[in-house]
Structures are given as structure tokens and as C-alpha cells.
């Protein structure tokens, strides 16, 4: 299912609610697998539909307990060890794509 922003294809968006309920967009940048559990990348989108230049989100990928759905949720990561070890990953797999600052 394709959808449309602005005439736009946007394959790669996200749309995930926040704590008030809004939606907000993301776009997906990669799922990285660290110690049997996978997280996504996610940049967030300003309301142009533009890039963000900030900082990445990086939440856990959390499979529905329900087996027949096949819906998956994404949780906040509040180890600090694990988001760094996921966001090293991330750059070395893309340190010719983006210029990392730290």
C-alpha cells in the first residue's frame, strides 16, 4: 500500500503516536539486530515533510502477543549502553551516507 505526501511516494515513512496521542512522522532509516532483539532507526520529519537535521530515535522492535496478528510496537530504549551500542552499529553502516557528529 503506497501512500502520498505532497505527491511525494514515501515507502520508507513511519507514523507513530505520541505520548498525547498525536501522530508524527518518521522516517525509517534501518533496523539493526543487537543481542537477539532489533531496533529501528528512525528520523524524525518536520511538517513540510522535509528531513529533520536533529538526533535519531532509536526504539525496540516488540512483536504482538497476539500470533495471529502481525502487527509489531516500537518501545523507548532507556539503557543507555544498549542505544549506543545500536546507534555504533548504525554509523558504521552508513559512515559514507550521513556525516556523524559527536
Known amino acids: 500500500m503506497d501512500e502520498n505526501y505532497d505527491g511525494e511516494e514515501l515507502d520508507n515513512i513511519v507514523v507513530?503516536?505520541?505520548e498525547d496521542?498525536?501522530?508524527v512522522q518518521f522516517e525509517f532509516l534501518d533496523l539493526v539486530e543487537l543481542d537477539d532483539e532489533e531496533y529501528v532507526i528512525l528520523l524524525?520529519?518536520?511538517a513540510e515533510?522535509?528531513?529533520d537535521e536533529g538526533e535519531v530515535v532509536i526504539l525496540k522492535v516488540e512483536d504482538s502477543d497476539d500470533e495471529?496478528?502481525?502487527e509489531e510496537s516500537y518501545v523507548s530504549v532507556?539503557?543507555?549502553?544498549?542505544?549506543?551500542?545500536?546507534?555504533e552499529i548504525f554509523k558504521e553502516k552508513f559512515k559514507d551516507d550521513f556525516d556523524f557528529v559527536d
Open 68 to 70: 495471529e496478528a502481525e
Open 44 to 46: 524524525p520529519m518536520t
Open 49 to 51: 515533510g522535509e528531513e
Open 16 to 18: 507513530l503516536n505520541d
Open 21 to 23: 496521542g498525536n501522530e
Open 78 to 87: 532507556e539503557d543507555e549502553e544498549v542505544l549506543n551500542k545500536v546507534f
